[in-house]
């Protein structure tokens, strides 16, 4: 039943895990998607102590681009983790094959989800200090050509 994910999944290592802990906050992990079972849609996964997971709703997230970002590859699968026998399973709900388009709405959508995020919250958008940032991306430059 979930074939397509499967085979989506296996053009990744690994995905990242999104749980709900027990405090209703968000926390994430990488998992090896290797041992998922095409036919239950079910994935075994390890959290670790830190994270105080509970049964609720999950998503894994893949994704890879080259060095300039670009050919982004990205699947998300939604789903539920459950702790059963004292191991947590993953168990899909849903699972739509990416398409070009698919990238495009994540990228023109991003802004307004991030918005919508901070007004759900009242907080306001922080401020990015690009003097910081040019800085940085100066010294890394620096490095490359020092080391060629």
Known sequence: M?????KWLNKFGEAVLTVIDTNGYPASVRVSTSG???ASGELAVSLPAEIDGANGPASLL?????EKLWSLQMITINGT??????AWIFRTESFTPPSKLAVLDF???ARRSAQKYLDKRGLPRPQVNWAEVKEVQRRAK???TAKT
């Open 62 to 66: 893949c994704h890879s681009h080259d």
């Open 81 to 86: 983790v459950q702790q059963r026998d004292g």
């Open 142 to 144: 620096a490095a490359r």
């Open 2 to 6: 979930w074939d397509d994910a499967a």
């Open 107 to 109: 990228i023109r959508n």
């Open 36 to 38: 998922y079972d095409r």
